[in-house]
């Protein structure tokens, strides 16, 4: 019996100094943890944590069942959303990219005291690529191409759960627009002024008749009907009174019908 006892008082010593190791071993776990929560917080977007938040409130009205049949149900491997991250160019045609990146570069810059909703820009970007009779990119893919040229915005959330905004704070509309730079003539010097003045005349025109026969292309669209050329378009606004007719420019126009 006394190797018994003696064996059971080691048992009960050991229990007892595990027991003596436990209360620092737990500090130093909780420890643990808590330095591994804050360093990932500090590599995901705010986006993510508050949509983490919220499932966090919707998992705490779980049951333990709930919460095991959910954890059962997360998916494994590598996460797609790392994926999606950067931009996919191969998926793009070259025209489409370098007019989301006109487009971008033209019409917004960095401001740190100004948001624009996402929404709206998006918008904007799709009516310039109708006129232009191009295929817009995806709302995912605009967005990626905006953060690639401004890299300092920031997602901000507004408004409650169900209703969230996010606009995205660091840039604004420019203020002034500007043209790009017509193509160079590329003249030789030893022309003559005259010759000069012919090219560029001429130039002028083929531009000139360019601009009428896009704008002709862009009000049929628009007005359902077909036009033969510029002075019918503008004649028909100002029959229609879209446009006022108590103008100068605007008896000329009309005269035409008379002429005509």
């Not at 990932?40 to 095991?68: C, E, G, H, P, R």
Request: net charge neutral; charged share 25%.
């Amino acid at each position: 019996q006394e190797p018994n006892v003696m064996a059971d008082e080691e048992l009960s010593a050991r229990a007892a100094k595990k027991g003596s190791l436990s209360p620092s071993s737990s500090r130093g776990s909780t420890t643990e943890s808590s330095t591994l929560l804050q360093e990932l917080k500090s590599t995901i977007s705010k986006s993510v944590q508050n949509k983490v938040d919220s499932i966090l409130q919707d998992v705490q009205k779980f049951s333990d069942n709930d919460k095991l049949y959910l954890y059962l149900q997360l998916p494994s491997g590598p996460s797609l959303g790392e994926k999606s991250g950067s931009l996919d160019l191969s998926s793009l045609s070259t025209a489409e990219y370098m007019h989301a990146c006109n487009w971008i570069r033209n019409h917004l810059e960095e401001h740190t005291d100004t948001c624009l909703p996402k929404q709206d820009v998006y918008d904007a970007y799709k009516r310039y690529c109708d006129n232009l009779c191009c295929r817009p990119l995806s709302a995912a893919n605009f967005g990626k191409i905006i953060r690639e040229i401004f890299p300092n915005i920031k997602a901000r959330r507004l408004g409650g759960r169900g209703q969230s905004k996010y606009p995205s704070v660091g840039i604004r509309r420019k203020t002034v627009v500007s043209l790009p730079p017509l193509p160079s003539l590329d003249l030789k010097v030893t022309e003559t002024q005259s010759e000069l003045t012919d090219l560029v005349q001429s130039y002028n025109s083929e531009v000139m008749e360019a601009a009428c026969a896009l704008t002709c292309d862009w009000a049929e669209k628009i007005l359902k009907r077909s036009f033969n050329n510029i002075v019918e378009v503008a004649q028909f606004l100002i029959q229609q009174h879209i446009i006022s007719s108590r103008s100068a420019r605007a008896d000329l126009v009309m005269a035409m019908v008379v002429s005509g």
